[in-house]
């Protein structure tokens, strides 16, 4: 079974590091038990989110290893560490790794998803390394404990702490101006993700932390191993969300949706987010989440939802800032909006 069956809706307890005879203990999202070295010099990491938080770390260099996803879909991670592109792609998926290539790499520690329950620990008895399994699941509270837990494992604790205060402390302004919204007044919104109109995710913490309210909150999947419920149109119309977002964190020529497309759907002109053209891109779970682009997210999606509560927002400004304090590179968002045509998001 995996953890992602109820599209992210799951409960994770966190992560933490205990002593240990040998080394550290670490207690990963599977609640497994793993004994890390206290030296990480060498890093395999089959979980992009991991990597992510790796390279805003400043620990890059550290990385001897990633998925294919990174080389093949993560728009941000050739701007963000270079060198990446010149690491090896060693799985299509954690189960499918390429173990004599691994076993090659040398690698002190494993990072792995924790997607199906049985991969970290066969992973660790075939190479026997340490394989740590974490994800966020998509919650704002354990992407933080990552980065604290990630930053204890490699060494850079002070780093950690600096990037959870920052996240933290944006977070917090963000709530701060909508929270004298009460809950009927917040804006209705539907999601369309993973190239499906009606495909949403159960839960999306940046739409709750901006303000608004997600139609599809606590819904369960259609089936087991989705990653969020599949609804019918009716369910849509009847719902007449006040916004619509639509992920857009692929290159425009592989968007299956599109907000023209939406607007333009007769089957639904009579949503009151059709007719006053609320619909929106928006970022979404890019295989879990990159901590600059999520919070990002949030103040974007905040300044959808109210407008008048943010006049001078610059999202390309904002954007660059936000990225900057995360990876010590100017422009990066610069770069990234122009793959995504971000420039366009507000102004569609």
Known sequence: MSLCSFGGILAFQGSALRPAAAGREIIDSLKRRVAVPDRVDRILSLEPEITRIIAALGAGDKLVGVDYFMHLYDHTFKIIFPKGPGLPSLANTAAMTNIEMAMRLKPDVVFSPPEDYDVPDSLQEKMNKPVVALSSLGKFQNLLEEIELVGDIIGVQGRA???????????????????????????????????????????????????????????????????????????????????????????????????DGVLRDPRLSSLRAVKNKKVFYTFGYWSWWDPAEVLLETLYLARLFYPDRFPSFDL?????????????????????????????????
């Open 161 to 259: 702490h600096e990037l959870v205060r920052y996240f933290k402390g944006r977070l917090e302004d963000i709530r701060k101006t909508v929270v004298s919204f009460p809950q009927e007044r917040r804006p209705r919104v539907y999601l369309s993700f993973w190239s499906s109109l009606i495909k949403t995710p159960a839960s999306y913490e940046p739409v709750d932390a901006a303000g608004g309210r997600n139609l599809a909150e606590g819904l369960f999947p259609a089936f087991l191993g989705s990653s969020g419920p599949t609804i019918n149109l009716e369910k849509l119309i009847i719902w007449d969300p006040d916004i619509i977002l639509i992920q857009g964190n692929f290159l425009p020529k592989d968007r299956i949706v599109t907000v």
């Open 316 to 348: 390309e400004k904002e954007g660059n800032e936000i990225f900057q304090e995360f990876y010590g590179i100017d422009k990066v968002f610069t770069e990234l909006s122009r793959a995504l045509r971000c420039d366009e998001w507000l102004n569609e």
